[in-house]
């Protein structure tokens, strides 16, 4: 069962390959690299699917994950940021706002986390 801040689905890394048509081992690397973000749960690593919608990843993703990053947030911290409830964003969380036309405003927000 989601928790109060969990995305809606999730995807297992080698469905998120298949996905966006690429190799496993690219994925491994978009991690890595805070292109996308995996958490474990129920022991297996997965990435919520609202983040690879339209067979690729949201454009403004990565920046937003290494701001986050930057300010000191971890995987399950950054999760945590993108789906908490922000009624002051259009479509209720920074992640849902990252698919629309606010994802500036959402990195912003995450920019500022780091002063």
Known sequence: MPGP??????LTLPDVAERLDL?????HQMIRDRELLAVRRDGVRRIPADLVANNTVLKHLPGVLNLLADAGYDDEAA???LYEP????????PAAALAGDQAR?????AQALGF
């Open 79 to 81: 999760l945590r940021w």
């Open 86 to 93: 922000d009624p002051t964003l259009p479509g209720t969380t």
């Open 23 to 27: 190799s496993i081992s690219k994925v």
């Open 105 to 109: 405003e959402v990195k912003r927000r």
């Open 5 to 10: 801040t969990d995305p809606a689905g999730w």
